[in-house]
């Protein structure tokens, strides 16, 4: 790998449970630098992976404005996917086995139904109830698990066989799972325990606040369905494209198409419904013993994700 530096901390999970506003925290430390793109998908794609972490180094932690100024600081990443991949992790772990992994943990109904609504939104999915796709979910992963891994609500809600095994693989003492209720709540202070973790100043008060990733729902499901297809890794249009506008602009460009065909978030309209009562009830009854293991695992108590008030769930 040569002078390349390895990355330190990386968020590993879960997807939907706040993890973009705790990256652009812990990235406010004056000795952190992380990727401008939303998520480092090195590890994840197989052709991003076989070109080597020189060439990702370059891609995601190098640019004109950064290059020179980083020598001395911690990377961090994040890939909410990854963790639930063994062949990923094992990347991840030859990468550096010393990295310190972080697990956001959001109540696993609210995040898988939060997750259709961020698959409708940026135009992964075309099923339009959230029954019908959670119907469709197993013959989907059974298929594979790596095309339809934005659309696997319910097996990426299951936490503890992959918490398990980041814990058998790197050690408890580099595994960091924190309940995104906790975060909400004292986001100031999971930073600075993590900032302590990775040997830099800990006292660093990051500016909280602005959440990331909103819930919000598209003018037209159409157009996000189309560009999504035309951003597709096979589409030599789009590869052409690529090579002539650099990475950070890119994804600055993506974001904002698809901001913009986002509903005004001040408008009833642009907020996804609440969940159907039954099926929350159904789902509650499916994730129990999972979260009763995890509680054990992490000897933490979970007992408000199966007996927690009924109120109703909206994605946020």
């Known amino acids: 790998m040569g002078d390349f530096r390895k990355i330190q901390l990386m968020i590993v999970g879960a997807q939907k449970a706040g993890t973009s506003s705790l990256l652009r925290y812990l990235a406010q430390h004056p000795d952190v ?31 004109e ?15 909410v996917m990854v963790m639930h991949s063994p062949e990923v992790m094992q990347r991840i772990y030859e990468h550096n086995p010393e990295m310190h992994l972080v697990v956001l943990l959001r109540e696993p109904v609210a995040r898988a139904y939060s997750a259709y609504w961020w698959a409708r939104r940026r135009g992964w999915e075309n099923i339009k109830t959230y029954e019908e796709a959670l119907a469709a979910e197993k013959a989907r992963v059974n298929e594979d698990w790596f095309k339809w891994r934005q659309c696997a609500y319910q097996y990426n809600s299951i936490y503890y066989p992959h918490v398990k095994n980041l ?13 995104t209720d906790n975060l909400k709540e004292n986001a100031e202070t999971v930073c600075q325990q993590l900032f302590g973790r990775i040997g830099i100043r800990s006292d660093f008060k990051p500016l909280i606040g602005e959440r990331h990733n909103r819930a919000a729902l598209p003018r037209s499901e159409r157009f996000n369905f189309l560009f999504t297809q035309f951003l597709a890794s096979h589409n030599p249009l789009r590869k052409a494209i690529r090579k002539l506008i650099p990475d950070a602009t890119a994804y600055k460009l993506r974001k904002a198409v698809l901001d913009w065909n986002d509903k005004p978030q001040e408008n009833m309209e642009s907020v996804p419904p609440p969940i159907n009562p039954e099926t929350r009830e159904r789902q509650m009854a499916y994730f129990k013993p999972f979260n009763e293991q995890l509680a054990e695992l992490l000897d933490r108590d979970l007992s408000s994700w199966s007996f927690g008030n009924r109120q109703p769930i909206t994605d946020n």
């Open 33 to 63: 630098h992380t990727h401008a793109q939303p998520e480092l998908t090195f590890f994840l794609q197989e052709r991003e992976y076989t070109r080597g972490y020189e060439w990702a180094f370059e891609k995601y932690f190098v640019s």
């Open 65 to 79: 404005s950064t290059h020179g100024e980083i020598e001395d600081k911690q990377l961090i990443a994040k890939n």
């Open 167 to 179: 814990i058998t693989q790197f050690g408890s003492s580099q595994v960091h799972c924190i309940l």
